[in-house]
């Protein structure tokens, strides 16, 4: 598991407010937290901040990002268009976790309207706490930048 406790977050308006509830869990548990947008629920475009966190991703800027939109949809096409980048989106916990073990996902996409906020806070801390099982699963990933 990544001891880097440093993270990039961005989301579009449609989930702004759980951005910024996961940036005080974040807070809580000892992140040091880079904060890409949106600032408010004014209508912006996702694809905008979904490469601001990709790209930092991508370039090894930051070990791992989360993002968020309204389904998680848009900002998943946008971020897995990034080199080295595995964005995973989820709304239940067992994925969240395998996305760590099999696929070591490193920026995780919520859609606030999809997840509340309890679901949301379970899938961040899941995800940051699970760690990637190498071995066969190591190869697989790496073909996919091939
Ligand atoms: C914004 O209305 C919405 O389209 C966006 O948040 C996201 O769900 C796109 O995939």
Excluded at 21 to 37: N, P, Q, S, Y
Excluded at 40 to 55: L, W
């Amino acid at each position: 598991m990544d001891t880097d406790k440093t993270i990039i977050i961005g989301s579009d308006h449609a989930a702004y407010g759980l951005k910024e509830k996961i940036k005080d869990l974040l807070f809580t548990l000892g992140f040091r937290v880079e904060d890409a947008g949106t600032d408010s629920e004014a209508s912006v475009n996702y694809v905008e901040y979904g490469k601001k966190v990709a790209g930092a991703v991508s370039k090894g800027e930051y070990p791992r990002g989360i993002l968020l939109c309204g389904t998680g949809l848009g900002m998943s096409y946008v971020a897995n268009r990034f080199k080295g980048v595995r964005a995973a989106l989820c709304s239940d916990v067992f994925s969240a976790q395998m996305s760590r073990q099999h696929n070591d996902a490193n920026v995780l996409v919520l859609g606030g309207r999809i997840v509340g906020d309890v679901l949301a806070f379970e899938l961040v801390k899941t995800w940051l706490n699970t760690g990637f099982e190498g071995g066969r699963h190591l190869d697989r990933i790496q073909s996919i930048d091939d």
